[in-house]
């Protein structure tokens, strides 16, 4: 791993770099590596989250709702599974 070349500054407010600074204090690390490792999780999830979904037009999305909503309907394998099975199942 290289070493860190580039930086990042930023400004708070002072309840929020107090926030920052317990969190830090409780895992036991400094408050410039908590602010980073922070900035880095949230980074990788919205990435995550971005590259996850997927983007349709509204019109196909629309049919594919519709498709969804519509009662389903057998197909000629099923309808003949379902009869083989019925020839197959007796009743006493």
Do not use: Y
């Amino acid at each position: 791993m290289s070493a860190a070349s580039e930086r990042l500054e930023f400004r708070v407010q002072a309840e929020k770099k107090a926030r920052i600074t317990r969190a830090a204090t409780i895992l036991h690390l400094p408050v410039g590596e908590f602010a980073r490792s922070a900035a880095e999780e949230k980074a990788d999830r919205i990435i995550r989250e971005h590259e996850a979904t997927t983007v349709v037009p509204a019109e196909f999305f629309d049919d594919m709702l519709a498709a969804l909503d519509m009662p389903a309907q057998p197909t000629p394998a099923l309808v003949e599974a379902m009869r083989r099975a019925r020839d197959m199942v007796t009743q006493d």
